[in-house]
């Protein structure tokens, strides 16, 4: 590759890396927009780098969520401070006063609730991964994104208009039979097009969370959804005997900061959004995104 071809494919990876960092938190369907894209925006690299590339550089927008929300996820502490205990008896063991002087508990329950949602999209990603990937080759693919945009389009507008008992406003207070359903209601996130961020707010929504609180555990459920998947497909990428070139490693990584970046201050913009507002606009928008992917691939 030349030089002008190495900057061109950095520009590119700046776009979809901008792309990606709006469009994994907005429940707006990230690989409905990388699908387009990618047909108007061409990475010149080998197929197999572009199907790691568009999953691995999620991991940029995962750390925005780590950095951001690190006073709420990390559950260790180095001194004693104002928290619940972990144990409550008066004669504690030296592990058990280890534990009540150095772990916030309520993030540690927190953190279970994630793992147990995380449980059956990880089942199903396994079992399933192969077909996942044949609905992302070809024109087919444009026609199951199309689909689940203005399905879970319309279906955001119904349950906006319908759904107006708020039951939970913290998350402390979300119970693990409503986690573990959350995780179910994710794994519709394994059609393209879907949306992960989409899935999970739908679905929290209709258990009684607030809007916020929805948001927040579908942004928390994102860390170990996106890690396990980009861990697999740099596995599959170096066990299919593909190895990364210095040009592949920094549009990697330039892409990655790109979301990174974009995904800060699209998570601000979401949380600021729903305070005020509820998810009817995204509906529309996805309702008109998927009929312009649908006229795309008739047209083309």
């Not at 097009?193 to 209709?206: E, F, K, N, P, Q």
């Not at 927040?216 to 005997?241: H, R, T, W």
């Amino acid at each position: 590759m030349g030089l002008g071809d190495i900057m061109l494919d950095i520009l590119k990876s700046i776009i979809l890396g901008i792309i990606e960092g709006i469009t994994e938190w907005l429940p707006i369907s990230s690989t409905g927009h990388m699908i387009l894209v990618d047909e108007l925006i061409k990475l010149n690299q080998s197929k197999a780098f572009m199907d790691m590339f568009l999953v691995v550089i999620q991991l940029g927008a995962i750390l925005a969520v780590v950095i951001l929300f690190w006073n709420k996820l990390w559950p260790f502490h180095l001194k004693k401070t104002e928290v619940k205990p972990f144990f409550k008896s008066e004669k504690l063991s030296g592990f058990k006063r280890l534990c009540n002087d150095y772990i916030y508990v309520d993030r540690f329950i927190l953190w279970f609730k994630i793992l147990i949602a995380s449980v059956p999209a990880a089942i199903l990603g396994l079992m399933f991964d192969d077909q996942i990937d044949a609905m992302l080759t070809g024109d087919y693919r444009a026609y199951v994104v199309a689909t689940a945009l203005i399905v879970y389009g319309i279906l955001f507008i119904i349950i906006e208009s319908l759904n107006k008992k708020v039951k939970t406003e913290d998350l402390e207070l979300l119970s693990f039979r409503n986690a573990f359903l959350i995780g179910v209601i994710q794994c519709l996130a394994l059609v393209p097009g879907t949306s992960r961020s989409g899935s999970t707010i739908l679905g929290a929504v209709l258990l009684g969370l607030s809007r916020t609180a929805a948001a927040e555990f579908s942004f928390f459920l994102s860390v170990p959804a996106m890690v396990g998947g980009s861990g697999i497909k740099v596995l599959q990428y170096f066990a299919d005997g593909n190895t990364f070139s210095t040009e592949q490693i920094i549009i990697l990584l330039i892409g990655m900061l790109t979301a990174f970046l974009v995904s800060v201050l699209a998570i601000k913009f979401l949380l600021s959004y729903i305070k005020k507002r509820d998810f009817k606009a995204f509906g529309y928008y996805r309702i008109i995104l998927g009929i312009v992917v649908l006229a795309y691939f008739i047209i083309k």
